[in-house]
């Protein structure tokens, strides 16, 4: 909290709430969650004016805020840039570049992070920082081994909707094309999350009633953890259903139970 406050030069005493801590003056506020991400805004940033800063600029200019003030961690790196715009309503020709958002993401042993694993930095006008969402947490590489489920693991909790599924509103089944072991990090304000963990990302085609593949991708995000080692999450109690879903096979397709 020190560190932060000391970073965005801000002087002001913090508020308490359930989430955290936030400190607030007249020009700027921070928020520092309980689980150590924070997000800070500068409200005295440019609402009006294009910004005459590259991308190439922004990018030089983020990352060097954060190295400069130790909050850029070795494994992330650049992945992209955005443009905050503000459009003339009478003429959406007129359009305006105001910030230009950089946003760095976690690389885990080369493979990408999934989930909420990000920083973005948000530079405004003369190139100052407007926002700052620091979204991740510190990893601890010390533990032990241990084995991942299987592929048919895999496939029952897929038939069963246990993980982040994507899956289009009309697909009757699912045809996996790709399988990979990848992480998947939860560092949201209020997520309880303690470690990054190995998740088998699932790729392919969604199919309709008539076995036509749909212009839309299927995803899917698995635990690779075995079961006794995930608290399980609280959900709303549902009513019992005398449906059964379908869970046959054809190949290398699933047949997918909708929620």
């Known amino acids: 909290m020190a560190k932060l406050k000391e970073v965005f030069n801000i002087q002001a005493s913090g508020t308490k709430n359930e989430l955290g801590t936030k400190i607030e003056d007249e020009k700027q506020y921070l928020e520092v969650f309980k689980n150590g991400v924070f997000h800070y805004h500068n409200k005295h940033r440019n609402d009006s004016i294009s910004i005459d800063v590259t991308d190439e600029k922004a990018k030089e200019i983020a990352t060097d805020f954060l190295k400069k003030n130790n909050l850029l961690p070795n494994d992330f790196t650049i992945t992209g840039v955005a443009h905050e715009t503000i459009t003339n309503a009478k003429n959406p020709n007129d359009k305006k570049v105001l910030r230009k958002e950089v946003y760095f993401n976690r690389l885990l042993n080369g493979t990408k992070v999934y989930g909420i694993s990000r920083i973005i930095v948000s530079v405004g006008d003369k190139g100052q920082i407007d926002t700052v969402f620091s979204l991740n947490r510190p990893i601890d590489m010390k533990g032990h081994p241990i084995k991942l489920k299987s592929i048919d693991n895999v496939i029952d909790d897929l038939k069963k909707l246990k993980g982040t599924v994507n899956i289009h509103s ?90």
Do not use: R
């Not at 009757?172 to 992480?183: A, D, H």
């Not at 593949?213 to 109690?237: G, L, R």
């Open 170 to 259: 009309e697909s009757k089944k699912v045809k996996i094309n790709k399988i990979e072991l990848s992480y998947w990090e939860d560092s949201t304000p209020t997520s309880t999350q303690e470690f990054i963990q190995p998740v088998y990302h699932l790729k392919g085609d969604n199919i309709d009633e008539k076995g036509i593949t749909i212009n839309s991708s299927f995803e899917a995000f698995i635990s690779a953890i075995p079961d006794e080692y995930i608290t399980p999450a609280i959900v709303p109690e549902l009513k019992p259903s005398d449906k059964k879903p379908d869970t046959s096979f054809e190949k290398n397709t699933v047949n997918i139970p909708k929620k």
